[in-house]
């Protein structure tokens, strides 16, 4: 399953935590507690955009900023080791 996560992680676009739970056919709990293991063993860093808004952000293209609004949680990139 960690495997298929990062797949889809590669692939990129945006994916909030429910999609991926969807994709992985599994808990919202279950996809952040991976995201977290990857995190820790250095295949994924938050992405920090800065102290800017939306409009100003790299991913600006790709994210769906209304769910984001909606939700609180962490941008993920892929750290190619």
């Not at 969807?22 to 279950?30: A, F, Q, S």
Request: hydrophobic residues 30%; aromatic residues 4%.
């Amino acid at each position: 399953m960690l495997e298929r996560l990062l797949q889809l992680i590669r692939e990129g676009g945006s994916f909030d935590v429910t999609r991926l739970a969807r994709e992985l056919e599994t808990t919202p709990e279950m996809v952040h507690a991976m995201m977290e293991h990857l995190r820790r063993t250095g295949l994924l860093k938050t992405y920090d955009p800065g102290q800017s808004s939306c409009e100003h952000c790299a991913l600006g293209s790709v994210c769906d900023q209304e769910k984001k609004k909606q939700e609180t949680g962490h941008l993920w990139m892929y750290e190619e080791k």
